[in-house]
Antibody
Framework: QVQLQESGPGLVKPSQTLSLTCTVSGGSISSSFYYWSWIRQPAGKGLEWIGR???????NYNPSLKSRVTISIDTSKNQFSLKLSSVTAADTAVYYC????????????WGQGTLVTVSS | DIQMTQSPSTLSASVGDRVTITCRAS??????LAWYQQKPGKAPKLLIYKASSLESGVPSRFSGSGSGTEFTLTISSLQPDDFATYYCQQYNTMWTFGQGTKVEIK
């Protein structure tokens, strides 16, 4: 059974960089069948896709966040990571990592989510 | 960007009711549409992919239909466990979600 787990600071100061890691267990992040995505959800609001990475390191980003987002992958640790720079209060949200099926199945496995608050 | 619009935003229903949620795309997405169920404090759960394919383990009372720009999620007989928020998501070009439909107890 595939499991994903987000980790990282729960509090980030404005203008700083938000950094999160997703650890994948029960399956290989190097599989050619999947992308690995980050998605966020502000309290009481809808879901926003941030971006994704393939095992090769190829990335796709939401155009609205592209200038501030970097997603990377560490296949040796079965992890992928998110960095979001120059954060503001508007970036306060629950951040999820998820598996994105290459064959077109949507997001079939999700982490439990981690709340990141941007505040001084 | 492809915009996804769900209706209604909130739906009040009773156990046993047949429930339909609609999702419209701002341009054609073929059948590249998924539906998710989310309960408070939990991650979304995949219900339907490729517009009408039922994810493994999801009860058969859930079904999806549509293609192009108009899609529906139907729950044939609403159960107590189904009260939740439902999201559609397109994965034709980049990935965007609808704003959600909350199914609440009538």
């Amino acid at each position: 059974q595939v499991q994903l787990q987000e980790s990282g600071p729960g509090l980030v100061k404005p203008s700083q960089t938000l950094s999160l890691t997703c650890t994948v267990s029960g399956g290989s992040i190097s599989s050619s069948f999947y992308y690995w995505s980050w998605i966020r959800q502000p309290a009481g609001k809808g879901l926003e896709w941030i971006g994704r990475i393939y095992t090769s390191g190829t990335t796709n980003y939401n155009p609205s966040l592209k200038s501030r987002v970097t997603i990377s992958i560490d296949t040796s640790k079965n992890q992928f990571s998110l960095k979001l720079s120059s954060v503001t209060a508007a970036d306060t949200a629950v951040y999820y990592c998820a598996r994105d099926d290459y064959g077109g199945k949507g997001f079939d496995y999700w982490g439990q989510g981690t709340l990141v608050t941007v505040s001084s | 960007d492809i915009q996804m619009t769900q209706s209604p935003s909130t739906l009040s229903a009773s156990v046993g009711d047949r429930v339909t949620i609609t999702c419209r795309a701002s341009q054609s997405i073929s059948s590249w549409l998924a539906w998710y169920q989310q309960k408070p404090g939990k991650a979304p759960k995949l219900l339907i992919y490729k517009a009408s394919s039922l994810e493994s383990g999801v009860p058969s009372r859930f079904s999806g239909s549509g293609s192009g720009t108009e899609f529906t999620l139907t729950i044939s007989s609403l159960q107590p466990d189904d009260f939740a928020t439902y999201y559609c998501q397109q994965y034709n070009t980049m990935w965007t979600f609808g704003q959600g439909t909350k199914v609440e107890i009538k």
